[in-house]
């Protein structure tokens, strides 16, 4: 279907390839591969299912070399394998871990390692981490703060959404994205 899309329809142009874990159905995966032509300027999705149990698909390097990279880190953060991939390894984490972490199934706080010269041993913490998501909340603002400082559960707001007090009292006026506020 790729080789069909490049050579007979115009795609010339990988733009990514993506996967998806659609955990507790059959099949669990889906590859998206987005393709552009630039002859016609027009924009294709492929999508293929893979199921859990076979857990590959063939590689399209043959068609496009940049899907190289793509399927190397698809292989890496899913585990889905690219059947006559040139040198498919692992891009992101080391050789040997035995974890793919974009699964729905890896928790958010990840799982011991046993290569502490490597990476982080322990887990990491989820209760009041610096990105957390915080329930409830006045608005969409305060529940996705830019940062929260888990000590004392205070945030530091994007400049865009609410204006930085600090930067007003440094320079004397709001500096950053949006209007600018006319002296007096």
């Known amino acids: 279907m790729c080789t069909f899309a490049k050579q007979d329809l115009g795609f010339n142009y990988l733009v990514d390839i993506s996967s998806l874990d659609n955990y ?4 669990r995966f889906t590859v ?5 032509g630039l002859g016609h300027h027009c924009y294709l999705r492929i999508k293929t299912s893979v199921s859990e149990e076979k857990c590959e698909v063939p590689t399209v390097t043959g068609v496009w070399r940049t899907a190289n990279w793509h399927e190397r880190e698809i292989y890496d953060m899913m585990g889905i394998r690219f059947r006559g991939h040139p040198d498919l390894r692992r891009i992101l984490m080391w050789e040997g871990y035995p974890y793919f972490p974009l699964r729905k ?3 958010l706080a990840g799982k011991s390692s046993n290569v502490p010269e490597v990476a982080f041993t322990e887990p990491a913490p989820m209760a009041g981490g610096p990105f957390t998501t915080i329930a409830g909340g006045k ?3 305060a529940r996705e703060p830019r940062v929260r400082i888990p000590e004392t559960d205070s945030l530091e707001l994007n400049a865009r959404v609410e204006r930085r007090q600090d930067i007003k009292d440094a320079h004397g006026e709001n500096f950053g994205p949006g209007p600018i506020e006319p002296k007096k």
């Open 32 to 36: 998206v591969y987005h393709l552009y």
């Open 139 to 141: 608005d969409a603002v």
């Open 105 to 107: 199934d890896f928790p």
């Open 24 to 27: 507790g159905d059959d099949p």
